[in-house]
């Protein structure tokens, strides 16, 4: 008789910035499923009360640097779940496909020809300026945004980054994982024609109940940011629109109140 398993399924999954309540009805369905759940670094515990109590848990998360599992290990572990039969579900903090890897997984199951669903979660880049009393577009400020990366792969020979297009353009600019890579962003963007006036909002742990943040210039965000001690996950929203958060700033306000 044939025991061989048919090849299970992988989704990959976006658990949402932090707040455990920002995730998706259909990615906790599929948490309840799973055989196998692989977890990022900024998935909330409270998340994972969602998991089947039966699946198999495994952390494969990275912050500064530090890799739990290297992205090539992840890929194989995945690949091997799944033709072992199981429902694997990999949980990336925001969406899997903003600057989440989710894709260089993706593509890895379909070269073993291995079935994926893509479950898409709120990204930080949205979410996080919103916590912060900071909506990313308005029409009467700015109609466009853009998403950058503050931390290209270390692979590629130059980067990809125009910085005189990113620094003339009229956009919201949001930077992910670029705290630490802060004087560069700002050294950049004043030396190809941004005006040093320019607002910025830098938040920290955006949606957690920690949420910190501190606005400047372009002129002076270093110096503040570095004098509160601002670490990674932190958010960096440039532009106008972040004079916006004086009026809009509710979750600090319910903060301050004693609820959210």
Same mark, same amino acid.
């Given at each position: 008789?044939?025991?061989?398993?048919?090849?299970?399924?992988?989704?990959?999954? !976006?658990?949402?910035?932090?707040? $455990?309540?920002? %995730?998706?009805?259909?990615?906790?369905?599929?948490?309840? &499923?799973?055989?196998?759940?692989?977890?990022?670094?900024?998935?909330?515990?409270?998340?994972?009360?969602?998991?089947?109590?039966?699946?198999? &848990?495994?952390?494969?998360?990275?912050?500064?640097?530090?890799?739990?599992?290297?992205?090539?290990?992840?890929?194989? %572990?995945?690949?091997? +779940?799944?033709?072992?039969?199981?429902? /694997?579900?990999?949980?990336?903090?925001?969406? $899997?496909?903003?600057?989440?890897?989710?894709?260089?997984?993706?593509?890895?199951?379909?070269?073993?020809? %291995?079935?994926?669903?893509?479950?898409? !979660?709120?990204?930080?880049?949205?979410?996080? $300026?919103?916590?912060?009393?900071?909506?990313?577009?308005?029409? +009467?400020?700015?109609?466009?945004?853009?998403?950058?990366?503050?931390?290209?792969?270390?692979?590629?020979?130059?980067?990809?980054?125009?910085?005189?297009?990113?620094?003339?353009?009229?956009?919201?600019?949001?930077?992910?994982?670029?705290?630490?890579?802060?004087?560069?962003?700002?050294?950049? %963007?004043?030396?190809?024609?941004?005006?040093?006036?320019? &607002?910025?909002?830098?938040?920290?742990? !955006?949606?957690?109940?920690?949420?910190?943040?501190?606005?400047?210039?372009?002129?002076?965000?270093?110096?503040?940011?570095?004098?509160?001690?601002?670490?990674?996950?932190? /958010?960096?929203?440039? !532009? $106008?629109?972040?004079?916006?958060?004086?009026?809009?700033?509710?979750?600090?306000?319910?903060?301050?109140?004693?609820?959210?």
């Amino acid at each position: 008789m044939n025991t061989r398993r048919e090849p299970g399924i992988v989704y990959l999954v !976006g658990a949402g910035p932090g707040d $455990p309540e920002l %995730l998706t009805l259909k990615a906790a369905r599929l948490l309840a &499923l799973a055989d196998v759940v692989l977890y990022d670094y900024l998935v909330d515990e409270r998340v994972l009360g969602h998991v089947n109590p039966a699946a198999e &848990l495994h952390y494969v998360g990275k912050k500064s640097g530090v890799h739990t599992l290297p992205q090539e290990k992840i890929n194989a %572990l995945l690949v091997a +779940e799944a033709k072992a039969g199981k429902t /694997v579900v990999r949980l990336k903090g925001g969406d $899997p496909f903003v600057f989440g890897r989710g894709s260089e997984e993706a593509l890895e199951l379909v070269k073993h020809g %291995l079935r994926f669903e893509v479950v898409p !979660g709120i990204s930080s880049a949205i979410a996080v $300026p919103a916590y912060a009393g900071i909506p990313v577009t308005h029409r +009467e400020i700015t109609s466009s945004l853009m998403i950058i990366t503050g931390h290209e792969s270390t692979r590629k020979h130059q980067t990809d980054l125009d910085w005189y297009k990113i620094s003339l353009g009229k956009e919201t600019l949001v930077f992910l994982m670029g705290v630490k890579n802060l004087a560069f962003i700002v050294e950049q %963007l004043i030396a190809h024609g941004k005006d040093p006036g320019t &607002l910025v909002a830098v938040i920290e742990w !955006g949606t957690f109940p920690r949420q910190r943040t501190v606005v400047g210039t372009l002129t002076t965000i270093v110096e503040l940011t570095a004098a509160a001690r601002f670490s990674p996950p932190s /958010v960096i929203v440039i !532009g $106008p629109i972040v004079a916006l958060r004086e009026q809009l700033r509710w979750f600090d306000r319910e903060q301050d109140h004693g609820s959210t």
